[in-house]
Structures are given as C-alpha cells and as structure tokens.
C-alpha cells in the first residue's frame, strides 16, 4: 500500500524569515524563445503611439509626420539621389574621422599610461581640453580648413580622440604591475616587449570598448561637423528642417540608426573574434 506523497505546506520553498528574498522569486526571467517577441511588440506600440499622436490631432503633421509617411519621402529622397550622395560623403567623413581620431587617441592614451612623468607633464593640458565640446571648434575648423571636408573630419577627430584616450590611459594603468614584475624576471625588459607582450594583450578589452563607444559618438558628431555647410546627412536635414520638411529628416535620422546598428554589429562580431583567447 502506498503512502501518498505529503501536502505541500505554505510557504515552501520561500527563504526562512530574517533572510533576503531573491528577486527570482517574484520576477521570473521570461524564456529566450520570448524575448525577441517582446521586443517586437514594444516596437510595434512605439510605432502605434507615434501614428496616433499626429492622426488625433494632438500634434501637427507637419511637425511630427505619422511614420507611415516616411517611406514615401525615403523613396523620393532615394529616387532624387540626394540620399545616396548625403550617405557617401557622411561616410568618408564618418571613416576619417573615426581612423585618425581612434589612432591617436589609443596611441596617446597608451604611451601616456606608461609613463607617469607624461601624465604628469600633460595632466593639466587634458583637463583644460578635454571639457571643451566638439562644436565650440566649428568656428576654428571653418578658420583653418574652411567649408570643406577636412573641417568635417577635424570635428569627428576631436570627438572621437578623448574617449579613446581615456579608455586606452585607464586600461594600461590598470594592468597588474605582477606581469610587468614577471616581465622583466624572463627577460622582457626593454618598453617595447612590456608593450605588446604584456600591456596591450591585457589592456586590449577595456581599448575594445572604448573604441566602440568612439563609434557611435563619431556617428553623433558627423551631423555635427555638416552643420555649417560640408555636403552630407548633417546638411541634408539642416536644408530639410528650413523648408519644414520634417518626413525628410525623420528619414536621415533614421538612416543614421541602421547605419550606426549595422556598424556596431559587426564592431562586436570582430571583437569577440579578436579576445577568443580571454577565458
């Protein structure tokens, strides 16, 4: 004869009391298989609030288009080539800007990080530089480089530079002085074996995300930089938002979004490629 199995008393399963309830208890992760659906449906209610706020009257259309308007100005923007040619010139500027701007500021950040008589010597420089924003240089770029391509690219320069600096400058005086102590016991003394047998291996995940947080601020400071005239998205949406063409910017806004995504997922992809060999 069988016993049957015991009632469940209340509470079971609860931590005993005077202990901290996890919040597992009371928030249950929702399954992986859900979470992309879940994601849709914020999309897809964001969108439904955006196309309801213009078509109730409550805004404008004029002001902010219902985004069922914005693929017909994509396609007329497309159509017209305005769109192709904002992309590429943004693009060139965007890659300049962003090579020479991460170059040096991973360079500078790196060789300053080892050596304490140079942050000491340029403590002072940075902090009267680095809290001066990129569009307080527009008026010297113009002086310098005029409306050209060049003043775009000295903007991005600049906005990209201080948070691979300080990245790079953070990563390499945070590597443990054992492996430099360690270095030296094998034989690797001179700066450059510390450098690239020790230093940069152990610093290149903290310089990784700097340079993918220099991305997007490159992205942010290209409509920046065309502000004042350089061909590109910047100057598209200037011209667009003059003549009250708000679809028209709605449309660069987002093409910067999927331009900036589409970067960024293949940013990370190379990255966990490159620290497959960090445990």
């Given at each position: 004869?069988?016993?049957?199995?015991?009632?469940?008393?209340?509470?079971?399963g609860l931590p005993a009391p005077g202990k901290r309830?996890?919040?597992?208890?009371?928030?249950?992760r929702p399954a992986k298989r859900h979470r992309?659906?879940?994601?849709?449906?914020?999309?897809?209610?964001?969108?439904a609030m955006w196309e309801a706020v213009p078509r109730l009257g409550l805004v404008r259309p004029v002001l902010l288009p219902p985004p069922s308007a914005i693929p017909q100005a994509f396609i007329a923007e497309v159509r017209s080539g305005q769109w192709t040619d904002a992309i590429v010139h943004?693009?060139?500027?965007y890659a300049w800007g962003l090579v020479i701007g991460s170059v040096g500021g991973i360079a500078a950040g790196v060789v300053t990080g080892m050596s304490r008589r140079l942050e000491d010597l340029t403590s002072?420089?940075?902090?009267?530089?680095?809290?001066?924003?990129?569009?307080?240089?527009?008026?010297f770029a113009i002086i310098w480089f005029g409306v050209t391509p060049l003043a775009a690219t000295f903007i991005i320069v600049l906005g990209v530079f201080w948070i691979n600096y300080f990245a790079a400058l953070g990563?390499?005086?945070?590597v443990?002085?054992?492996?430099?102590?360690?270095?030296?016991?094998?034989?690797?003394?001179?700066?450059?074996?510390?450098?690239?047998?020790?230093v940069l291996p152990a610093a290149s995940g903290t310089i990784l995300a700097?340079?993918?947080?220099?991305?997007?601020?490159?992205w942010m400071s290209v409509v920046a930089a065309e502000l004042f005239g350089v061909p590109g998205l910047g100057q598209r949406m200037m011209q667009a938002s003059s003549l009250l063409a708000t679809d028209i910017v709605i449309v660069y806004m987002a093409t910067m979004a999927l331009f900036y995504g589409l970067v960024d997922m293949g940013f990370v992809a190379l990255r966990d490629r490159l620290l497959r060999w960090k445990p």
């Open positions: 004869m069988t016993s049957s199995p015991p009632l469940e008393q209340p509470g079971a309830i996890p919040p597992s208890v009371f928030l249950a992309g659906l879940w994601a849709a449906l914020g999309v897809i209610a964001f969108l943004s693009l060139v500027h002072w420089v940075v902090r009267l530089l680095r809290p001066i924003p990129g569009l307080a240089w527009v008026p990563a390499v005086q945070a443990d002085r054992d492996l430099l102590e360690l270095a030296d016991a094998f034989g690797h003394r001179s700066t450059i074996a510390k450098l690239f047998k020790i700097g340079l993918r947080t220099g991305l997007g601020q490159a």
